[in-house]
C-alpha cells in the first residue's frame, strides 16, 4: 500500500514536470500563426514588427501575459493572444529564444550621441546608462528582467521609447523604462535607437 503511494507521487512529479517543461519543437509548430508579421525564425522582416530571435523566454512570456491581460495595451497582439494558453505561449517563448536575432547597421551619423547615451546616459538630464541595465551589448539581463535590445529594428525601438515616454506603454515594473524614457529627448531617442539596432 505505502509503496503504491509512494510510486503515484512519483509518477505524478513527473508528470507535471513533462508538462511544465517548455517544448521548443510545439513552439515551432505554434509560431507559425506569428510568422507572417514577426519572421518565422523571429527576425520580423518589416521594421514595425519587434523581432523576437534570440530575446530572452521570460521576457516573451511576460510580454505575451501582459498582452492577454491587457496590461500591455495593442490591438494586433491583444487579438493574438487571446486563444493562447500558459503552454503555447511557454513553447512559443523557448522557440523565439532558441533563435539567432540578426544586426541592422547604425546610421553612421547617429553614433557618437547614440553611443555616448547608451554608455553614460546624460548627466544634465539625470538619465541613466541604458548599458547599466542592458548590458555592454545589448543583451539584457534575464534574471532581472531586462530585455535583449541588440539588432532590434530602429523604427520599432522608437516606437517603445515613444510609448514608455508618453506613458502609452505602462507594464515595466517599477516604471524602470518610463522614468528612463520621460527624460529623453526626442533626437535622443533617435541616437540611441540607430545605436542599439546596429549593437551586439
Ligand atoms: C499582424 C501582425 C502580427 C502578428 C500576426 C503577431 N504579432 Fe506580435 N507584434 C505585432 C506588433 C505590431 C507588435 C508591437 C506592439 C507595440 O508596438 O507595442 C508586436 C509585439 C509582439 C511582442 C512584444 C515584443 C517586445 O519586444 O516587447 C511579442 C512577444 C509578440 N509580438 C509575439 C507574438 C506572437 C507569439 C505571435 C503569434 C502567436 C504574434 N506576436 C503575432 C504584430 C504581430
Ligand atoms: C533600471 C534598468 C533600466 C535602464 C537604466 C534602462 N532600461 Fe530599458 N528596460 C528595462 C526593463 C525592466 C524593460 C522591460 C519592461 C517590460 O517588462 O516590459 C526595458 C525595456 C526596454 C525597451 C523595450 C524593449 C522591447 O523589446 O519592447 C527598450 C527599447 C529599452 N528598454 C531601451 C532602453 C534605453 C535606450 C535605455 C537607456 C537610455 C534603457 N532602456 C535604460 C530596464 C532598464
Not at 493562447?84 to 544586426?103: G, V, W
Not at 535590445?149 to 518610463?178: C, P, W
Amino acid at each position: 500500500m505505502k509503496k503504491q503511494v509512494l510510486l503515484a507521487g512519483l509518477l505524478l512529479a513527473f508528470g507535471i514536470g513533462a508538462v511544465q517543461a517548455a517544448d521548443v519543437v510545439a513552439g515551432k509548430a505554434k509560431a507559425n500563426a506569428c510568422a507572417a508579421c514577426h519572421g518565422m525564425d523571429g527576425n520580423s522582416p518589416a521594421p514595425m514588427f519587434p523581432k523576437l530571435a534570440g530575446q530572452h523566454a521570460s521576457y516573451i512570456e511576460k510580454q505575451l501575459k501582459d498582452f492577454k491581460s491587457q496590461t500591455r495595451i495593442d490591438p494586433t497582439m491583444n487579438a493574438m493572444v487571446g486563444a493562447l494558453s500558459d503552454e503555447d505561449i511557454a513553447d512559443i517563448s523557448a522557440y523565439f529564444a532558441s533563435q539567432k536575432t540578426t544586426i541592422e547597421v547604425a546610421d553612421v551619423e547617429k553614433i557618437t550621441l547614440g553611443e555616448k547615451l547608451y554608455r553614460g546616459g546624460n548627466p544634465d538630464s539625470g538619465l541613466a546608462a541604458c548599458q547599466s541595465c542592458h548590458g555592454p551589448t545589448g543583451t539584457g539581463n534575464e534574471p532581472a528582467g531586462f530585455p535583449s535590445l541588440s539588432g532590434q529594428h530602429v523604427t520599432y525601438l522608437e516606437k517603445a521609447l515613444n510609448d514608455f515616454k508618453s506613458e502609452i506603454r505602462t507594464n515595466d515594473v517599477s516604471e524602470m523604462m518610463r522614468n528612463t524614457a520621460g527624460k529623453m529627448t526626442l533626437k535622443e531617442i533617435k541616437a540611441v535607437s540607430s545605436y542599439i539596432s546596429g549593437l551586439h
